[in-house]
């Protein structure tokens, strides 16, 4: 089975949450590290280990990172990490299969499923393999303890418990 390493100058986590009930934010996580054993004629038996420094969120508004950083959300000074193991996987269509693993998040695993497109590999000019995934989930960050949340005059909330995650990730075959 290849071992591809994640780049991380080409690969990123986003996410998006409904914000007082009427628009999405969107923001990132940049400092990802990882390695995906994958072979496409053999993906029962592929398997993805990602690390996130959470401390490399980003949202475009300094103010709203800090707070995301504090404990009232992902608390990094205690949990700098968020990291996802796989523990399966399956074929869903052609260059597209499902991953299950744990998702560990604030401390918390949980089991998560993840959906999974591949393209490549690909030659660069400058000599590496390279392989691209894209992979989206929901999750529920109250499942993870990130409780915090102010009520709204409408019967809404400041912040949606719903997160849709898209990684985007470049892996580079490994020598």
């Known amino acids: 089975m290849a071992k591809w390493v994640i780049d991380?100058?080409?690969?990123?986590a986003a996410f998006v949450v409904r914000h007082m009930m009427v628009a999405n934010v969107h923001g990132q996580f940049n400092k990802i590290k990882g390695v995906?054993?994958?072979?496409?004629?053999?993906?029962?038996?592929?398997?993805?280990?990602?690390?996130?420094?959470v401390s490399g969120i980003y949202t475009g508004i300094q103010k709203r990172d800090d707070h995301l950083r504090s404990p009232d959300f992902f608390n990094v000074e205690k949990y700098p990490h968020m990291t996802f193991k796989s523990t399966?996987?399956?074929?869903?269509?052609?260059?597209?299969?499902?991953?299950?693993?744990?998702?560990?998040?604030?401390?918390?695993?949980?089991?998560?499923?993840?959906?999974?497109?591949y393209s490549g590999p690909e030659h660069s000019?400058?000599?590496?393999?390279?392989?691209?995934?894209?992979?989206?989930a929901k999750i529920n960050r109250e499942d993870y303890g990130i409780m915090w949340?102010?009520?709204?005059?409408?019967?809404?909330f400041m912040?949606?418990?719903?997160?849709?995650?898209?990684l985007d990730l470049e892996a580079d075959l490994a020598s």
Do not use: C, R, W
Request: aromatic share 6%; net charge negative; no cysteine.
């Open 125 to 136: 000019p400058y000599g590496e393999t390279s392989m691209g995934f894209t992979a989206t």
């Open 159 to 166: 912040v949606g418990k719903e997160i849709q995650i898209v």
């Open 149 to 156: 949340n102010v009520e709204l005059k409408n019967s809404g």
């Open 88 to 117: 399966k996987t399956e074929m869903t269509e052609k260059k597209q299969f499902k991953v299950f693993g744990d998702l560990t998040i604030h401390g918390i695993a949980k089991q998560i499923a993840i959906e999974v497109a």
């Open 8 to 12: 991380p100058d080409h690969s990123v």
């Open 36 to 53: 995906i054993h994958f072979d496409h004629n053999d993906i029962p038996n592929a398997s993805v280990e990602l690390s996130i420094d």
